[in-house]
C-alpha cells in the first residue's frame, strides 16, 4: 500500500514510530521542517519513480496531500 | 601587539586516536598512525594512510545531527568539543556564545560531494540528495561547530590548503588582538579518504608506498592522514581573569606567498614566514628551541625547508630540535597545520619534544638534528610551527612558554 511506504520513508527522517502515522498526519507535528521535507519528497520522487514539482510543495501539509501528489490515494 | 594571547584548549582527532592526550601520548611514544588501507575502493595505488581509528560516528552524534554532518564536520565538532571542554569553558556560556569560530580545511566536504558525483555521473541517476549542498560545502565544519557549541560570534570558513589550520588559528590571534572577539574556535579538518581525492593525489605522484620518513635519504614522499585539530584562543587578560589553565603563548606569526610555482617549495618564501613570525613576536632567532617542521618527505620540501632553516637561523640552527609529527599522524592536510600546532604547545608545555618516527638516515641535504625515533625531554622557551601549501602559501606561528 502506497500509504505505508510513504509512513515509512516519513518515519525514518521524522525518527518516529511508522504506527503513529496516518493520512491526517501534519508533517510539522512530527518534527519535520522545510530541510526534512526536501529529503522527504527525495525518498518520494526515489521510492515512487516520480517527480513532485517545486510549485506543489507549499500546498502538502499532511501525509494525505502526499498521497494525492503521487497520485496514488486510492491505492 | 595590542594584546597578548594565550592557548588555553586543546582538541586532537587524527590517526593517533580520538583525543588530544591519545595524541600527545602516541607521538612521544613515537608511534605512527599509517597503516595499510582497508577502504571498500577498488582501482586505487596508494595503499597506506592514517585514518581515526576505531571511529563510529553514531556513538558522537544522533541520527539526526548526522544526516548534515560530512565526516570533515563531524571531526571537526568533535576536536572542537574537546577543545572547549579542556579550556574549561562550556557551550551556553557568555565566553563561548561571543566567540569566533574559525574553521579551515584543504578539501571540505569530499565525502558527500563524491557520493552525489558517484549517483549523477556513475549510477546515471537523476536526483542529488537535497543536504549535498548544506553537508559538502566547505564552510560546513565552520557552521557545525558553531550549530553544536552554541558559537554565535564571527564564525567562517578558511581555505590555504595544507596551511589553512595555521591560517585559521593567526586569523583568531588577530582577531583577538584587534578586540573583535576575547575568545577564538580555531583549527581544521579534513577527511581526504575519497575515491575521487585518492586518485587525484596519486596522479600528482607524491604518496608513498613506503611509510613517511621526512627529511631521511629513503624518504619517497607523503601519506595522507585525515583528522581534526581545535585550538582555543584566549585574550591573556580574559584567561586570567577566569584563572584559566595557560599553555602557552601565541606570540606570533608570519605569512608569505611565493606568487610563484604552485607546487614546487621557495626557499625566500618559507624563510620570509619564520623571519616574519619571529620579527611580529619580537623574538631573536637565538631564543628558537624547537622547530615543529612541516616536513611532508616529499624530496623537495625537505630540502628547501631545511635550507630555510639554516638561512634564517645560522649557526643556531643546528642546535635547534627539528621535527615532523607528520611521520606519525600522516598529512591530514590543512588539519595537520592545526595538529602540528597543538604538537608544538604540547611540546612547550610539557617539555618534551616529539620525535620525527620512521627515521632511518638524514639525507645529505638534510644537515639539522631531526629528533629521530625518540622523543626528547628538554626545558623550552620558544617553538615555532610550519606550514608550508601548495599554491605557495606559507604560514608559520611562534609559541612562548607563558610565564
Known sequence: MALDKVAEIIAKTAHCKVEDITPETKLEALGIDSLKAITVLFELEEAFDTEIPNELISSIITVNDILDRLGTANC | MNRRVVITGLGAVSGLGLNATTFWQELIAGQSAIRPLKLPIENIKISIGALVPEFDPECHFSSDDLTLLDRFSQLAVIAAREAVCDAGLCS?????????????????????????????????????????????????????????????????????????????????????????????????????????????????????????????????????????????????????????????????????????????????????????????????????????????????????????????????????????????????LGASSALELIASTLAIYHGIIPPTANFTVADEQCDLDYVPNIAREQEMDVAISNSFAFGGLNSVIAIRKHS
Not at chain 2, 596519486?202 to 620518513?213: G, H, I, Q, S, Y
Request: charged share 20%; proline share 3%.
Open chain 2, 92 to 332: 551556553g556560556e557568555d565566553s563561548i556564545r561571543q566567540a569566533a569560530a574559525i574553521i579551515g580545511s584543504g578539501c571540505g566536504g569530499k565525502h558527500t560531494d563524491e557520493a552525489t558525483y558517484d549517483r549523477l555521473y556513475k549510477q546515471q541517476r537523476s536526483r542529488a540528495h537535497p543536504l549535498t549542498i548544506p553537508k559538502g560545502m566547505p564552510s560546513a565544519a565552520a557552521s557545525m561547530v558553531s550549530k553544536h557549541l552554541g558559537i554565535k560570534g564571527p564564525t567562517f570558513a578558511l581555505a590555504s590548503a595544507c596551511a589553512s589550520g595555521s591560517h585559521a588559528i593567526i586569523q583568531g590571534c588577530t582577531m583577538i588582538q584587534s578586540g573583535m572577539v576575547d575568545v577564538a574556535l580555531v583549527g581544521a579538518s579534513d577527511a581526504p579518504f575519497t575515491f575521487g581525492l585518492l586518485k587525484s593525489w596519486e596522479a600528482l605522484r607524491v604518496a608513498t608506498d613506503d611509510t613517511c620518513r621526512p627529511f631521511c635519504a629513503d624518504r619517497s614522499g607523503i601519506v595522507l592522514g585525515e583528522g581534526a585539530g581545535m585550538v582555543v584562543l584566549e585574550s591573556e587578560q580574559h584567561a586570567k581573569a577566569r584563572s584559566a589553565r595557560i599553555y602557552a603563548e601565541l606570540a606570533g606569526c608570519g605569512m608569505t606567498s611565493d606568487a610563484g610555482h604552485i607546487t614546487r617549495p621557495d626557499i625566500t618564501g618559507i624563510s620570509s614566514a619564520i623571519i616574519n613570525a619571529l620579527n611580529y613576536a619580537g623574538i631573536d632567532p637565538d631564543e628558537v628551541d624547537y622547530v615543529n617542521a612541516h616536513g611532508t618527505a616529499t624530496q623537495a620540501n625537505d630540502i628547501a625547508e631545511t635550507a630555510a632553516i639554516n638561512q634564517v637561523f645560522g649557526d643556531r640552527a643546528k642546535k635547534l630540535a627539528v621535527s615532523s609529527t607528520k611521520s606519525m599522524h600522516g598529512h591530514a
